[in-house]
């Protein structure tokens, strides 16, 4: 008997190796692209754009030709081993042509630079992500969703007994381990009475699992967490930051530690 090779090829491990390196290949293809325009427009560079009569061919059509090609090579080849490998190279580099200039094919036109753009690499880059180091479904135990499901459940009991409860929440931007709109989702599934509701703050800070690692990051963490923390009835009016500096060596103040053994003694 014949062994399916083909099949063998897309086991849970080797998707998971095919995905890290478009993953890989995307996110470099994306920086190359873009550090390449920006160096074309500042004029740092001689301008290689491709011209056909007259009109500029954007590099999103050669993303769309290499995905078309590399679509129908694995459609009617079964590639294994390192043609596949190729393959993912391959499809990273052309994901990344295409969707670099997502703005300007939804809007059919428009500035290279538009926000539509970045957005949708991150998301094509947070699902690729997501296939790449994320465990196979049977593996999640239903424990693990149910997990936040009680832990929302108790704090929405907790915030309507005592309606004095006031909530910080802290979320990196570009967290893909805890990422900030499950949150959002999460608190608005609570269906909190409106005026408690408002006691829940959300800030979304420049950074990823470790927003606090980036400086201007952490001058606003802390301006947030006075502000914060003055805003509990009750409490003595004062400055955190101050309070801080007074605890904090200056040599470690401004030099991106961890808050997690600073910032909690004050509390």
Known sequence: M????????????????????????????????RITVFMIMARWIPDFYLHL????????????FLLSGIGA?????????????AAAIVYGVGLALTFDEFGMWLHLGGSYWQR?????????????????????????RSADWRAVAVAAVDLKQSMSLNTQIL???IHGVFDLVAPYY????????????????????????HG???????????????????????????????????KLKNKVPEAD???GFSPYNKLNPVY
């Open 2 to 33: 014949v062994p399916d090779v083909f099949s063998n090829a897309f086991t849970h491990d080797n998707i998971h190796r095919l995905a890290r390196v478009m993953l890989f290949v995307f996110l470099v293809t994306f920086a190359l692209t």
């Open 53 to 64: 009569g007259g009109t500029h061919v954007h590099h999103l059509n050669y993303g769309i």
């Open 73 to 85: 090579y694995l459609l009617f080849l079964r590639s294994i081993g390192g043609a596949l490998l």
């Open 116 to 140: 539509a753009s970045f957005d949708c690499v991150s998301i094509v880059a947070a699902l690729l992500g997501l296939v790449a180091f994320a465990p196979p479904i049977q593996r999640i």
């Open 167 to 169: 909530v910080w929440i």
């Open 182 to 205: 499950a949150t959002v989702i999460t608190v608005n599934q609570m269906v909190l009475d409106p005026a408690i509701r408002k006691n829940i703050q959300l800030k979304v800070y």
């Open 208 to 242: 990823g699992h470790m927003p606090y690692l980036h400086q201007r990051s952490l001058d606003t963490m802390f301006e947030d967490a006075d502000k914060f923390y003055n805003s509990i009835p009750g409490v003595k009016q004062e400055n955190i930051n101050v």
């Open 253 to 255: 103040w401004h030099t």
